[in-house]
């Protein structure tokens, strides 16, 4: 009998406890932050390269920096490789080589520095949109109209084209099938223009929000806009749609064709409060993670497995799932690079850093 009663008070004391967690997850619908890593210990990675000016991969464990119009191919260890003065104006430099441009003549030099082509009947005022594999999407303006431009890797002109408004961003699909850009035309309005493989318009869609993002993945064309994002086909087919209960701030489309955007929305049944929440979006529109922010983010990339948010403190790396593995401490960083090794390259206003991956490969 003493037994029986000595039991009763743990079992009341349990089923107050699951009343108590269900009344508070009823009363508290906010994303978990960083009570979600209670078991989970994450670690600082270390620096292993900081130089002057700007820093972008080249491939394998080689980087390319680029200050004041020397530049110069260097390994992870600091040791040059090569390096040499630039003529004109650098404008892209990656795994696929570096682009310059002198006067209106457009040059590709290869890994080792070399020239691979020149091309001159161009556009003025040109910008690169995207690289992708073989192909190049860029910009450029003549007699005050706007041009894209998809190039081979040869240098060869597979079409130039000319648009109604400003270009803005766009994407190139990687088997270069179809190009989507970005344009905002002369009433303030959202564009989103495709274009085939031999420069013809497949769709021309007028949008009410603005458009911050378009990519072309393998899905389709994944596309972040004021308040949702959604996927479309190349005719501009609707694929799917998800909209948001606030405002979007920043955003990525990932090549494996997740989509992660910064939302400002209330989160709280009980407070008016408004935070900036992440969430993650599968290649098919379901919801996969959310993570609540203590500051905006200035940046976020989708990269691999990971997510990479950049506020004025420094970097946060999460997982697919939304676990925080990575707190870097390195505030003013303008642009963030990813390699495929998963180091992190942070651009600031005039140097740059390069981490060691703490959270392994992709």
Known sequence: MNRQFALRPSILCGLLLLVILAVTSALNTSPIGFSKNA????????????????????????????YNGNLKKVRQSGEVIWDTELKGQLIWMGPEG????????????????????????????????????????????????????????????IWQLPLEGSIISG???????????????????SRLVVIGPTGEILS????????????????????????KVFLMNNDGRLL?????????????VGSDGFITVV?????G???????????????HGKHVCSYSLDTRANLVDKYGDFIYIVDDHGILVLSQEGLLVSNIKQKGIKELIVTDKNHIIAIQEDESV?????????
Request: proline share 3%; aromatic share 10%.
């Open 240 to 252: 799917w749609e998800y909209k948001f209960e606030g405002q979007v701030l920043r955003g990525d």
């Open 263 to 267: 939302v400002e929305e209330d989160i």
């Open 354 to 362: 390069l981490f060691e991956s703490s959270h392994g490969g992709n």
């Open 204 to 227: 021309d869609s007028i949008y009410s929000v603005p458009i911050f993002q378009v990519k072309a993945v393998s899905e389709g064309i994944g596309v972040i806009a004021g308040d």
């Open 39 to 66: 078991l989970f210990q994450t670690k600082t990675p270390k620096i292993i390269l900081k130089v002057k000016g700007n820093l972008a991969w080249a491939g394998d464990n080689s980087y390319y920096n680029y």
């Open 269 to 283: 049944n009980l407070s008016r409060d408004v935070y900036p929440v992440l969430i993650m979006l599968s290649r």
């Open 171 to 189: 994407s190139v699909h990687p088997k270069g099938i179809y190009a989507a850009l970005n344009i905002i035309d002369d009433n303030a309005k």
């Open 98 to 157: 570096i682009l310059t441009l002198q006067d209106n003549l457009l040059l590709m030099l290869d890994s080792n520095g070399k020239e691979l082509f020149q091309k001159s009947d161009l556009p003025d005022k040109l910008g690169i949109l995207c690289i992708q594999n073989k192909y190049m999407l860029l910009s450029g303006k003549l007699y005050e109209t706007d041009y894209a431009i998809l190039l081979s890797d040869s240098g060869s002109t």
